[in-house]
């Protein structure tokens, strides 16, 4: 079965920088797309920013310029750099992996909070 599990969030300043990391175990196949979500209170699910094995990124437009997305495939694991937080950051992110021949998998999500 599947494993992800996500790392890094916590209380950041608005101007601060965060590293989110997630790491996915417990399938013999590699998976083709890593991604981050989030998710605010009283909002659905949205798309931060997206990476494929090959390498091609996918940002959305709230964090373009402000986040870089990378990962480490021979680890299975995937990184997330937000820099110039706002607090509208503020929200619960969320590590997506889908794999060719198996169901998506998510993690448990981290809180990450922007405020003073």
């Known amino acids: 079965q599947v494993q992800v599990v996500e790392s890094g969030g916590g209380l950041v300043q608005p101007g601060g920088s965060l590293r989110l990391s997630c790491a996915a175990s417990g399938s013999i196949f590699s998976p083709t797309v890593m991604g981050w979500y989030r998710q605010a209170p009283g909002k659905q699910r949205e798309l931060v920013a997206s990476?494929?094995?090959?390498?091609?990124?996918n940002y959305a437009d709230f964090v373009k310029g402000r986040a870089t997305i990378s990962s480490d495939n021979a680890k299975n694991t995937m990184y997330l750099q937000m820099n110039k937080m706002r607090p509208e950051d503020t929200a619960v992110y969320y590590c997506?992996?889908?794999?060719?021949?198996?169901?998506?998998?998510w993690g448990q999500g981290t809180q990450v909070t922007v405020s003073s």
């Open positions: 990476i494929t094995a090959g390498g091609k990124t």
């Open positions: 997506n992996v889908r794999y060719n021949l198996l169901p998506e998998s």
